[in-house]
């Protein structure tokens, strides 16, 4: 706000965008900023929205994919705690029930926030790569959403 009011004051260039961490297991960026994100203008530039991958159900029950981000630096911890692999399960079985790709729901849930200008996708391979650029097609349904932000009420950014 103080970059916003000094570029307002002065006639300087405005602060466009912010690059932050938004996803299912972090929405912190919801309790504090996207108010000021949406009322002065400036989209999230969402970074990990799969959460280093964790959304896509690849890393529950113990798995290591041998090429997985989270198998090759295990330094990045922020997802793997035990409440993090609870809401991710409560995340996957939603879309699966919903016959959704988990990842791909994941994705949509993000870039359907009216404060998100960019999700931030990464992929390690050409497969990864075409189902997160087709999650722009996917449109949450009610039922989606209410499920969502019942996972969400139980288990609050358990990421953050």
């Known amino acids: 706000m103080r970059c916003l009011h000094l570029a307002d004051t002065l006639g300087l260039p ?16 919801e309790v504090g900023l996207s108010e000021i994100a949406h009322r002065e203008a400036v989209g999230l530039l969402a ?16 798995q290591r994919p041998a090429d997985g981000r989270l198998t090759l630096f295990e330094r990045f911890s922020r997802y793997t705690s035990d409440i993090a692999q609870e809401a991710t399960r409560a995340y996957v079985e939603i879309a699966r029930r919903h016959d959704l790709d988990p990842a791909q729901m994941a994705l949509a849930f993000v870039t359907a926030q009216p404060f998100v200008t960019s999700n931030i996708i990464g992929a390690t391979t050409l497969t990864q790569l075409e189902s997160n650029l087709a999650s722009d097609q996917l449109t949450l349904s009610a039922e989606v959403m209410e499920e969502i932000e019942a996972v969400h009420r139980r288990i609050s950014n358990p990421c953050p």
């Open 14 to 29: 405005r602060v466009a965008s912010v690059q932050n961490p938004y996803n299912l297991l972090n929405r912190s960026f």
């Open 47 to 62: 970074y990990s929205p799969l959460a280093f991958g964790v959304l896509s159900g690849k890393y529950l029950d113990g």
